[in-house]
């Protein structure tokens, strides 16, 4: 069943509970109200009739005293004890005939409905005990057809029922059109994603008018995850473009090369090898540069972290202790503490770090240098090295992907340009964050920040 449809059927149902409900009350509290009344007038005209009476008469006179008290259909007895009729007068015999006479000791009101040629009939008695000389020998009863309250009961019964149904008939209309204008917005979304389905192109909801409300929120959600999924899927036929190019490269050298042993031989050893050695460099080019690829895509994927406690002096002074031995390089650890604990990924760290270290030896000569600082909220690790630099005005680029400052410099260096985009990733994933400085010809400070919480 369709949402609209739906809430429809449940806001009329609703409505119309309410509706009864609140009718039925109105009706049984006039009714309550009404009947009480009559009681009252009736016996306030019973009480009048007692005063006026004058009991000592004979019969004919007290039937003469009773007549001007009829009303409508109504009548009026004097009642002995043993429910035994003294005197009666009455204007409906049908009516009276159908009521028994009865001795009470105590004043009363009773109503009795009764079967009459044109239905139901609603008649209200009242019986006051009469005391005369010291004791009670009479009952004064009265009755009177109550058909002003028969009829304000039927006209009340039908404006409430007209009422409710027009009540439900709103309601119906109100409610399928508040539930369109609810589902609007929904049904938008819905076509949209199964275009979207079909086509396979993200597509954005076009939002008519500000609402401002959760539907229009759930609109803009919408349009920000259609708007990430399109950036990704740019920054991945980029990447695609970008990583084929710098293959390329490499690629169009190792063939050029293969072309020309194959055409040549190894009859000219020198230049033979030559060659060989060519291809051997390239294709170990190519080799760095996927393995850099696939780290980039992990880091950029949000795999889940293996953070665990780890001294970052141990950790610092080991991957020195490495590229020390492998570049044959000057690279000082300047350290506060001799052991800083920090909550890190031990091998994306580590990663992180000989990025930096890595940038340092391929472009500077000098001694490098390697602070760990610890300050209120992070862990600062520092290579600083006194080389070539960066121009100021390439720092915000050095972080995007492939981005070298100088291609050819690079090129001789073996660099991909992919280093720092990794090292930012990573740094990323453990909410810490990469900053560089520096001043061209004179040298480059990279920081890594790890937060203490
Ligand atoms: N310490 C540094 N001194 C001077 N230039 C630097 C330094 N670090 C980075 N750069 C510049 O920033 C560019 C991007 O650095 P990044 O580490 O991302 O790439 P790469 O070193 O060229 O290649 P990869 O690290 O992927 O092998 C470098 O090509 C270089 O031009
Ligand atoms: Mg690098």
Not at 68 to 73: A, C, D, N, Q
Not at 179 to 201: A, C, F, K, V
Not at 330 to 351: G, S
Request: charged content about 25%; glycine content about 6%; aromatic content about 6%.
């Amino acid at each position: 069943m369709k949402i609209t449809t739906k809430i429809n059927i449940m806001t009329t149902a609703w409505i119309l509970c309410v509706l009864v409900a609140v009718n039925a009350i109105v009706f049984f509290s006039f009714m309550k109200i009404t009947i009480n009344m009559e009681d009252q007038e009736l016996y306030q005209r019973a009480n009048s009739l007692i005063k006026d009476m004058k009991l000592d008469s004979s019969s004919v006179l007290i039937k003469d005293q009773l007549t001007p008290y009829l009303t409508g259909h109504s009548f009026i007895r004097m009642v002995q004890p043993g429910s035994k009729v003294k005197n009666e007068v009455t204007n409906d015999k049908h009516m009276a005939a159908k009521i028994k006479p009865k001795f009470v000791r105590k004043k009363e009101a009773e109503r009795k409905t009764i079967m009459q040629k044109n239905g139901e009939e609603q008649i209200l008695i009242v019986r006051i005990p009469i005391h005369s000389n010291g004791g009670m020998s009479t009952v004064l009863e009265m009755g009177e057809k109550l058909s002003g309250l028969e009829l304000a009961k039927d006209v009340l019964l039908s404006i409430q029922i007209s009422s409710t149904i027009l009540g439900a008939l709103l309601a119906l209309l109100g409610g399928r059109w508040l539930s369109n204008l609810i589902i609007r917005p929904i049904s938008n979304m819905i076509n949209t994603m199964e275009e979207i389905e079909q086509s396979g192109i993200p597509k954005k909801i076009v939002i008519q008018h500000e609402t401002k409300d959760e539907l229009q929120k759930m609109a803009v959600t919408f349009n920000q995850m259609i708007g990430r999924l399109e950036e990704n899927l740019d920054k991945q036929r980029q990447f695609i473009s970008d990583a084929s190019h710098e293959l390329k490269t490499p690629l169009t050298v190792i063939k050029s090369f293969a072309d020309h042993l194959l055409r040549r031989g190894i009859r000219n050893e020198a230049d033979a090898l030559d060659a060989i050695e060519t291809i051997h460099s390239e294709a170990t080019r190519i080799q760095k540069m996927t393995e850099r690829f696939l780290d980039l895509a992990d880091t950029e994927s949000g795999n889940h972290l293996d953070t665990k406690s780890l001294d970052l002096v141990a950790l610092c002074q080991s991957i020195i202790k490495q590229l020390k031995s492998a570049y044959k390089r000057d690279i000082d650890l300047h350290f506060a503490a001799p052991a800083i604990t920090v909550k890190a990924d031990e091998l994306k760290l580590k990663q992180a770090i000989i990025i930096l270290i890595d940038n340092a030896i391929k472009y500077s000569t000098d001694k490098i240098e390697v602070y760990l600082i610890v300050n209120e909220l992070n862990t600062v690790i520092k290579v600083k090295d006194y080389g070539i630099g960066i121009p100021e005005y390439e720092i915000k680029n050095i972080f995007e992907r492939f981005y070298r400052v100088d291609k050819a410099r690079s090129r001789e260096t073996g660099g991909t340009g992919l280093g720092l985009a990794i090292a930012k990733n990573i740094m990323k994933q453990h909410h810490g964050e990469i900053k560089i400085s520096s001043t061209e010809g004179e040298g480059t400070e990279a920081e890594l920040f790890l937060p203490k919480s």
